[in-house]
């Protein structure tokens, strides 16, 4: 499978951005994908990640009611809605895959065990 970002760019505060994941490959229910930042100095996080199989959906508190995943198994997408963004959501964003797991249907958290990433687009909330 191959990932191709797109979306990202500067915003202001409160503004919305959507980015964009193309993937290459096989059917989006044989994979679970997700969205991933990395902030300057910080960590890599999971943001958003979904399961079309099981139509399981996960996201991370700092973000619940303010981004939404979804997929277009058509179009073979992934996309992120990004609503009322704040200065914290500055950050690199990559898009990542992995093979769909049984226990994908077990544990809420589905953003681990990515072995595919994009190349990352860049996403600035200015104030």
């Known amino acids: 499978v191959q990932l191709v970002e797109s979306g990202g760019g500067l915003v202001q505060v409160g503004g919305s951005l959507r980015l964009s994941c193309v993937v290459s490959?096989?059917?989006?229910?044989?994979?679970?994908i997700g969205w991933f930042r990395q902030a300057p100095g910080k960590k890599r996080e999971g943001v958003a990640c979904i399961n079309t199989y099981h139509g399981r959906r996960y996201y991370v508190n700092s973000v619940k009611g303010l981004f939404t995943i979804s997929s277009n198994n058509a179009q073979k997408t992934v996309d992120l809605q990004m609503d009322s963004l704040k200065p914290e959501d500055t950050a690199v964003y990559y898009c990542a895959a992995r093979e769909r797991w049984s226990t994908d249907n077990s544990y809420e958290n589905l953003c681990y065990g990515m072995d595919t990433w994009g190349q990352g687009t860049r996403v600035t909330v200015s104030s």
């Open positions: 490959g096989s059917s989006l229910d044989d994979y679970t």
